[in-house]
């Protein structure tokens, strides 16, 4: 069967922002995550959107690679999680000469899709 990965790395958005985002979709079809995705007001559901779009581009590659048909509808989102990546650290100016350090976060994002038939056996089997 089909399992496919996608991951995006060192997307500057908080992992806070952007667990809030994946949490929407985790476990959900595809289809259906694209669909709650492309009108999700977060800034953060862009570069998700485009995460689960590759994904499933992925899982069709891997499809026609090993002569497996792949319909589209019974793909389902099995593991979505974002890890804190690289944090830039930078300086702004402040009263009588201090200086405050501002953060700004990075993520690495990541979406794991399976088949449906497949996903059940996992967890049957686990």
Do not use: C, W, Y
Not at 27 to 54: D, W
Not at 59 to 83: Q, S, T
């Amino acid at each position: 069967m089909v399992e496919s990965i996608a991951r995006v790395r060192h997307i500057r958005i908080t992992p806070q922002k952007a667990r809030r985002v994946v949490d929407l979709v985790r476990g959900k079809n595809a289809e259906e995550a694209l669909a709650i995705l492309k009108f999700a007001p977060q800034a953060a559901a862009e570069p998700v959107f485009k995460l689960v779009a590759s994904a499933m581009a992925n899982a069709r590659v891997k499809a026609d690679k090993e002569n497996l048909r792949l319909n589209e509808d019974e793909l389902v989102v099995a593991r979505a999680f974002v890890d804190e990546g690289a944090t830039l650290k930078r300086f702004r100016p402040r009263a009588q000469g201090r200086a405050f350090r501002i953060n700004k976060r990075t993520s690495h994002i990541t979406v794991v899709l399976q088949t449906a038939d497949e996903l059940a056996a996992a967890k049957k089997g686990a």
